[in-house]
Structure formats: C-alpha cells, structure tokens
C-alpha cells in the first residue's frame, strides 16, 4: 500500500498550489479520502475529506472557500486545490484513506510553505 503525495512546495501569499495523492495497492475507490495538516507542536487537523464516489466533500473551517478537494477513481489518485494562500497554511499536509472496515492509511506528507 502506498499513498505518494506531491505538489508541495514555497508560493507567494495569494498565490495557488495543487496537491495530488496517487494510491496504490488498495481498492481506491472504495475509500474515503481525506487530506489534513499538522503544524510543528499542533495536532493533526482535517483540511478536506472526500467520499468513495466524490459525491460529498467536507472542509475545516479555516480553509473553507479557499480549498477544493477532489478525487480521479480512473487514476488512483486525490487532488486539493489550495487558492488564496496564506502564510498561517503553512506545514505538512498528509493523505488520508478510510476504508470500509477502518483500516487506515496515511501518506509521507508535503511541506507547503506560504512565507509571510
């Protein structure tokens, strides 16, 4: 099982980045998909999460307008769109996949950096 996730990196306040989450070794499409963060010393908090058939979405308050979360079964694969960016979105933004029966997987993360 790997979630390989990717699109991180250093954008301008304002500024837009795509995250995607690729899946492998699992049944993707029967997962519930999420992304969340986690600040250096914070818990771990949910940024989006997104249903097996990518017919629900949810957001975190403090993201909501700003990030689209999204999902390609064909691809194996989950998108957050972050647009409007700001310094206090900084940290690692990890994926998440929820299967049926509770099993978890999690991915290695990518450092998004907004400077201020």
């Known amino acids: 099982v790997q979630l390989v996730e990717s699109g991180g990196g250093l954008v301008q306040p304002g500024g837009s980045l795509r995250l995607s989450c690729a899946a492998s070794g699992f049944t993707f499409s029967s997962y519930v998909m999420s992304w969340y963060r986690q600040a250096p010393g914070k818990e771990r908090e949910l940024v989006a999460g997104i249903t097996s058939g990518g017919g629900t979405t949810t957001y975190g308050a403090s993201v909501k307008g700003r990030f689209t979360i999204s999902r390609d079964n064909a691809k194996n694969t989950v998108y957050l769109q972050m647009n409007s960016l700001k310094p206090k979105d900084t940290t690692v933004y990890y994926c998440?996949?929820?299967?049926?029966?509770?099993?978890?997987?999690w991915g290695q993360g990518t450092q998004v950096t907004v400077p201020s």
């Open positions: 998440k996949a929820v299967g049926s029966i509770s099993v978890v997987y």
